[in-house]
Structure formats: structure tokens, C-alpha cells
């Protein structure tokens, strides 16, 4: 048998690494747009350097989730450890959709500094992926799951299955925001159209928010 240690030291490890993957390559993303805007108008380096904070957040989540795991190690299910990693890690690649549509809102801004605020509205919307990753990772650690019966197993790896990859849907989020900000940049009055389809992608993120929740219920 596995050491139950084992394998929520595996749960952590996926929490801070997968939602760190996802980070490092939203903010490259988002940082090679900077560069090339810096070089042209240096004075336009802390507005990149804003637009580069946005896709790191997944992975401070990651992180916050690693450590409460580690805080948590003889009081919770070594299956609900894993599963809530799994389910902050996956989300967490929502942050690689926050770097594309980072990037899209700084080069908007660096033609017209008017359209900041459009700007990151639709750049923060594939934040709120990871947010539910974060808030299934919490539930699953403060003691839905105290046992290491079969269903209890399973259960805990359905629910940070569902949220983790449905979170996934921040990448098309991201895509189709950047998209958006290229549309409300040319014409402002495109915006609430363009929020409108930005969010789109985000409902099977909530559905995986929902199941997961559900299952969690089921079991309590």
C-alpha cells in the first residue's frame, strides 16, 4: 500500500507545479508583448509590467494550496490532497488564456492608454477558472473528505477532476478575449458584445465547478 504521505506530497507537488507551468508560460507570453512595447515607449513599463502580474496569480495559487496540503498532512484524506493539487494545478492552466489575452490588452494600451480599463476587464476573466480551482482545492482540505474508504477515493478525484479540467476552458477564454480587445479597441461600442462571447467558454468551467461541488455533497 502507498504511503498516505506519499501521495499528498504528490498533491502539492501537482498544485505548485502544473499551476506554475501555467504561469510561466502566460506571463512569457504576456512579457514578450511588454518587451517590444517597453522598446518603443519606455515609460509603458509599468503598465507591462501589470499585464505581466495578471497571469501569475495561478501560480501563487498553486503555491497557497501546496502549503495548506502540507499543513494538513494527518487530518485529511491523502486522496482529497491529491485531488485538491490536481484540482488547483489543471486550473491553474488558465493562466496560459490570461497571457493571451494580457498580451492583446497591452498592445491595445500601448496605441491608446483610453482603453486600459476595457482592457484588463477582459483580461482578468480567465482568473475566475482558477479561483474555483482554488475554492474545490480549500473545500476538499478543511475536512469534507477525513477518511480513505473507496468512495470517499473516488469521490475526491471526481470532484478535482471536473473542476481541473473544465478550467481548462480559460485557455479558449483567453483567446476569445484577446480577440475582444482587438474588436473594443476599434470600436468601443463593441465591448459589450465582445464580454458577452468572452464569456461563453467560462459556463463548462462552471458546470465542472458545480459536478465537483455536487459530488462533494453526495458524499458529506
Do not use: C, H
Not at 501563487?60 to 490532497?81: C, D, Q, R
Not at 496560459?96 to 494600451?109: D, E, F, P, R, T
Amino acid at each position: 500500500m502507498v504511503d498516505p504521505l506519499i501521495i499528498g506530497a504528490i498533491g502539492a507537488g501537482l498544485a505548485v507545479g502544473i499551476a506554475g507551468l501555467g504561469s510561466g508560460i502566460g506571463a512569457g507570453i504576456t512579457g514578450a508583448s511588454g518587451a517590444g512595447v517597453v522598446a518603443e515607449d519606455p515609460n509603458k513599463f509599468g503598465t507591462a509590467i501589470v499585464f505581466q502580474a495578471l497571469p501569475q496569480t495561478q501560480g501563487l495559487y498553486g503555491f497557497l494550496v501546496a502549503i495548506l496540503i502540507l499543513f494538513v498532512f494527518k487530518t485529511v484524506s491523502p486522496w482529497a490532497m491529491f485531488a485538491a493539487g490536481l484540482a488547483a494545478g489543471l486550473a491553474g492552466l488558465s493562466a496560459i488564456g490570461q497571457g493571451i489575452a494580457a498580451s492583446a490588452g497591452l498592445g491595445a494600451v500601448a496605441e491608446d492608454n483610453s482603453i486600459f480599463g476595457k482592457a484588463m476587464v477582459f483580461s482578468v476573466l480567465p482568473e475566475t477558472q482558477a479561483i474555483y480551482g482554488l475554492l474545490i482545492a480549500i473545500l476538499l482540505l478543511v475536512g469534507v473528505f477525513k477518511g480513505n474508504a473507496g468512495a470517499e477515493t473516488v469521490a475526491a478525484l471526481g470532484a478535482g477532476f471536473a473542476v481541473g479540467f473544465a478550467g481548462l476552458s480559460g485557455i479558449g477564454q483567453g483567446i476569445t478575449a484577446a480577440g475582444a480587445i482587438g474588436a473594443t479597441a476599434r470600436d468601443p461600442d463593441a465591448m459589450g458584445k465582445g464580454l458577452v462571447l468572452a464569456v461563453m467558454p467560462e459556463t463548462f468551467a462552471i458546470f465542472g465547478l458545480l459536478i465537483a461541488i455536487l459530488i462533494m455533497l453526495m458524499i458529506k
